[in-house]
């Protein structure tokens, strides 16, 4: 089965402190892609970052960056110094192979709170 | 230029009622999705087209009807509105597995 978990409903920091937020997955697929989604207060979906499952290089991207590993079936996000604009909920979702449909399966999404 | 557009934003409506949710999008994009997201946030695939084909269809009830007249339009027709049909409703669309999908800014639909 395809699954996503994000096992923090929510995180609450101070500003400029880092934060980790996890996403463990399942895929009897090869080949798959990973993405994380930004929800802010305003309610829209924002594009963060896709990875596919050949490529295991952390990416880094201003204060985000993103560590994927294989092994534990893990893609985790980190913000560092996070800032009060970053609060909002966070999705880790896949997509596989296993059809045409190009469906995207959510985790349940991780409330972050940055505090000022 | 929005990618992917909806309409109305907001939709409030009473029990029993029929009611449509419009999307399009303009990126030349091949499938289009329609996600629900609950109370919780639960994000969930209800329909997705490709081309104007249904491929698939997520054990919704069939008082949801996804209609596509071209593959620029996905719409949302939903009979016999519930309470329990309260919701965001998101569309989006994608090229490719390649690609994440380009999401819409959501229909916040209220039943009453």
């Known amino acids: 089965a395809q699954k996503v978990t ?74 560092t110094a996070s800032q009060v604009v970053d609060s909002a909920v966070y999705f880790c979702a896949l997509r596989g192979s296993w059809d045409s449909s190009y469906k995207l399966i959510f985790g349940s999404g991780t409330r972050l709170l940055v505090r000022p | 230029d929005t990618a992917v557009s909806q309409t109305p934003k907001y939709l409030v409506t009473q029990m029993g009622n029929d009611k449509s949710i419009k999307c399009e999008q303009n990126l030349g994009h091949d499938t289009m999705y329609w996600y629900k997201q609950d109370s919780k946030k639960f994000l969930k695939i209800m329909f997705s087209y490709n081309n104007k084909e249904l491929i698939i269809n997520e054990t919704v009830p069939n008082r949801f009807s996804p209609k596509s007249p071209d593959k620029a339009h996905l719409n949302l027709h939903i009979n016999s509105l519930e309470l329990g049909d309260s919701a965001v409703y998101f569309c989006a669309s994608s090229q490719s597995q390649n690609y994440g999908y380009t999401f819409g800014s959501g229909t916040r639909l209220t039943v009453v």
């Open chain 1, 6 to 79: 994000q096992a923090q409903t929510e995180i609450s920091v101070v500003e400029k402190e880092d934060v980790t937020l996890d996403c463990v997955y399942e895929t009897r697929d090869t080949t798959y892609y990973l993405f994380w989604y930004k929800q802010p207060p305003s309610g829209e979906l924002v594009f963060l970052i896709r990875r596919n499952s050949f490529d295991e290089q952390n990416e880094i991207s201003g204060r985000y960056s993103w560590n994927f590993q294989k092994s534990t079936s893990s893609f985790n996000f980190t913000i």
